[in-house]
């Protein structure tokens, strides 16, 4: 495995290269969610590329870049034993010299969801995927399912910008007991790590609706809401409840799949995001 940590190189290192390259983007400090999908990344595809890069574009002012978990060597240790063959970790001032002033906005689905709470979230998602889908040009780029929104974002830019890369959308990774996994569990002190099973318990709730026969959204938000805010620590904290056309993310009176139930609840200091989607 090869540690990259300049565009140039990175550059050089691709023109090399032939055959199928697959990419994974990540903000590092890993877990065995991240860990599927580097594994079907290596599986489909002649040679692997994983970025670490915390990018500080998609982060707002009060939000927590500089208190990311970060562990680099920890990082490097499990994308070798899975057989990654490059990662590349650029510094902040490769990623965005002095004077960069170039940014990427996908309109419309940006507007609700996350991009409600986070207004300048998925403008430096898209930046920061754009410049790395031209340093790296690769075939495939793949993305977990429970940043549903993002994946939209992305998909969205990839086919506006006619760039050459397919978007692969891979399952949510979870706990034994469903929690989502994501790095920002970390953050969860043990009774707040209990309670942040309320979302998926949430998630389940609408499914077993939805496959009794219920199609009222309205009905279905309102049994979600119910049933978290018998959590106390999360019962306050509900960001949003979305049932939402999987495509469009605009809000449905009634389900047509494939519909995206997603919800972001805080519950301790993090944010916690989930998804399913209603087939």
């Known amino acids: 495995m090869k540690v990259v940590e300049t565009i140039a190189e990175m550059k050089k290192v691709r023109r090399e ?13 890993l877990h ?11 599986a489909e595809n002649d040679f692997t590329v994983v970025s670490i890069f915390v990018n500080p574009t998609q982060f707002g002012l009060n939000e927590d870049f500089d208190k990311y978990p970060r562990d680099y060597p920890r990082d490097l240790a499990m994308l070798e034993k899975e057989k990654v063959d490059f990662v590349f970790m650029p510094l902040v001032g490769e990623m ?22 986070r207004p300048a ?40 910008l006619n760039m050459n890369l397919e978007i692969v959308v891979c399952p949510t990774v979870r706990e034994p007991d469903g929690l989502a996994m994501s790095s920002r569990n970390t953050y969860l002190k043990p009774d707040e790590r209990k309670a ?8 389940t709730l609408a499914q077993e609706l939805w496959d009794k026969g219920e199609k009222d959204t309205g009905k279905i938000r309102r049994a979600m809401i119910k049933l978290i805010q018998q959590e106390p620590l999360a019962a306050d904290n509900i960001n949003y409840i979305s049932i939402a056309d999987a495509e469009t993310l605009e809000e449905l ?18 944010r916690l995001i989930d998804n399913i989607v209603l087939e």
Not at 196 to 203: I, Q, S, T
């Open 96 to 117: 965005y010299p002095q004077r960069f002033s170039t940014w990427v906005e996908v309109e419309k689905i940006t507007d609700r969801l996350e991009g409600g709470i």
């Open 17 to 29: 290269l032939k055959g199928a390259i697959g990419f994974w983007p990540t903000l590092g400090y």
């Open 196 to 203: 942040a099973v309320v979302l998926y318990r949430a998630l």
């Open 253 to 270: 009176d009634k389900i047509e799949p494939p519909t995206v139930v997603s919800l972001a609840v805080k519950i301790g200091k993090p």
């Open 121 to 160: 979230h998925f403008r430096g998602v898209a930046t920061v995927c754009n410049k790395l889908f031209n340093i790296v040009q690769p075939d495939r780029a793949y993305f977990g399912q429970k940043d549903a929104q993002q994946v939209l974002v992305l998909k969205k830019m990839v086919a506006d």
């Open 32 to 42: 065995e969610g991240h860990l599927e999908l580097v594994r079907r990344c290596v």
